[in-house]
């Protein structure tokens, strides 16, 4: 796709407008103060860019993932943590909600994304980050409702969010293991979501990241969210709706990058030394050319694994455009605040905001290593030794043998 369609156009420019007249002259603030900018979430919101992609049979507008990868994009090139949010409200636990939920769920979940809820979702665990299939949150069925015990950390949005797509490890009444499934809490009503202490995190720092946890939290069962190959594929289907966040997360990188490296085309024109503008060097002029060049490259990624989504974008493509973006991010950034001499290292210009927000996203989402895995699986079309493990640990308690 070279030419974006009239219509995504538009979409674009409309969020661009948003992007630089209303949130870039926040973001700073944003960043100083840590605080969740509510008043950014209201002005997504009333553009009707905070649940973008829910369908128009729910209340959205119905756009797809490219539309959200537009918005992310300019949201993100003025303020990374509103790019973020956009990522949140359109793509990860909302399209798993909006695809695999029932009728009510998906009611509920639109209804709080289009009042400005940007959902969270709660797979992380302190002994279970890169090997999510090992995480030790439990749910156990109770007649008509599961007891969730365990606990979350590093989840994003922790006490902003209100809706919660938990990842749990599902037992039977009789404590047999089911394998994994997704369950809908809702901050404020359901008893047992306890949100715990914050990270004190290097960047994006205007969103809370906290630990989650679930004290005997009852699910109705109406609350559980199965994918339709049940709870034995439920870990599998649930991370291919997640392939959605990956690519929102990669959107995030590349907005932040970009925001970047425009500031540093334009000062780049206009500081002098030497007697010249310092775009006069050849050893800037490449620098600037080779982030243009991987600015590129990253955004058709993005693009073709976005608009490719059916339902969902496909795994190779969405771990591909993340570990290209997060890792272009870093460099871009760190390229962009060099351009600016002394002044890029100066909290009165947002470089090193940038430069500090960027660096999320090599983790967040699966690690650059990770996914490197992930692709490397898929390419080669079998399980690898350094995953290997928990994959089998998991298919043995499922069929019942001694781990
Ligand atoms: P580990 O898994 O302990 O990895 C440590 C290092 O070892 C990494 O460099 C990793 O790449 C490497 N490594 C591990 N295994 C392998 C392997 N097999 N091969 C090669 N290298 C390997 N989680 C959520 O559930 N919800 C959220 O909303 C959320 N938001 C986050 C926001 C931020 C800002 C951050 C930083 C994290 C967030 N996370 C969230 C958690 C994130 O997904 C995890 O940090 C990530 O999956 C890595 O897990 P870990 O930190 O435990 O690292
Ligand atoms: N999209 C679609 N399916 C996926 C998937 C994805 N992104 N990731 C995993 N799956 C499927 C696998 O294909 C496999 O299905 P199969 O049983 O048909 O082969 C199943 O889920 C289990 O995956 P597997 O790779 O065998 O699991 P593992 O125990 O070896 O662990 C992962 C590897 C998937 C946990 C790891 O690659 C991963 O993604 N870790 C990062 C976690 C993360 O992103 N956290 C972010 C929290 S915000």
């Not at 990374?80 to 979940?109: D, F, P, W």
Request: charged share 25%; proline share 4%; hydrophobic share 45%.
């Amino acid at each position: 796709m070279f030419q974006l369609p009239d219509d995504k156009q538009a979409l674009r420019a409309r969020a661009r407008e948003l992007a630089r007249e209303v949130i870039a002259p926040r973001a700073a603030e944003v960043d100083r103060s840590e605080q969740y900018p509510w008043d950014n979430v209201r002005a997504l919101t009333e553009a009707g860019l905070m649940g973008l992609t829910i369908p128009k049979a729910h209340g959205g507008p119905g756009g797809d993932f490219l539309d959200a990868a537009l918005v992310i994009d300019e949201m993100a090139q003025a303020c990374g943590v509103t790019g973020r949010i956009a990522v949140e409200a359109n793509m990860g636990a909302i399209s798993a909600v909006m695809h695999y939920g029932s009728e009510a769920q998906k009611r509920l979940a639109a209804q709080l994304v289009l009042a400005g809820d940007k959902p969270a979702i709660c797979i992380t665990e302190p002994d279970a980050g890169s090997a999510a299939s090992e995480m030790s949150t439990r749910a156990d069925k109770r007649g008509d409702h599961y007891v969730i015990n365990g606990e979350k950390h590093w989840i994003t949005g922790g006490g902003v969010s209100r809706l919660h797509l938990v990842f749990a490890r599902v037992f039977d009444e009789r404590g047999e293991e089911q394998g994994i499934g997704g369950f809908i809490a809702v901050r404020d009503e359901t008893e047992g979501l306890v949100i715990g202490s914050r990270e004190p995190s290097m960047g994006l720092r205007g969103i809370p990241e906290t630990q989650v946890l679930f004290q005997d939290m009852a699910i109705p069962a109406a609350h559980v969210l199965t994918p339709p190959g049940g709870f034995r594929r439920g870990f599998a289907e649930l991370m291919s709706a997640y392939n959605s966040q990956r690519v929102g997360a990669a959107t995030v990188a590349l907005g932040i990058a970009d925001g970047a490296y425009r500031l540093a085309l334009d000062y780049s024109q206009q500081r002098e030394q030497f007697g010249r503008p310092i775009c006069e060097f050849q050893g800037l002029q490449w620098m600037l050319a080779d982030m243009s060049i991987a600015i590129a490259a990253a955004r058709l990624m993005i693009h073709k694994a976005a608009a490719g989504a059916n339902p969902f974008p496909d795994a190779t493509e969405a771990a591909q455009a993340k570990i290209f973006a997060s890792e272009m991010a870093i460099r871009v950034t760190n390229d962009a605040l060099q351009v600016h001499g002394a002044m890029g290292y100066s909290r009165k210009l947002p470089l090193e905001r940038m430069a500090r927000d960027a660096r999320m996203f090599t983790i967040g989402g699966g690690t650059a290593q990770i996914l490197r895995t992930v692709v490397a699986s898929r390419l080669l079309g079998r399980k690898l030794p350094q995953t290997r493990d928990g994959h089998r640990k998991l298919a043995a308690r499922l069929s019942g043998a001694a781990d």
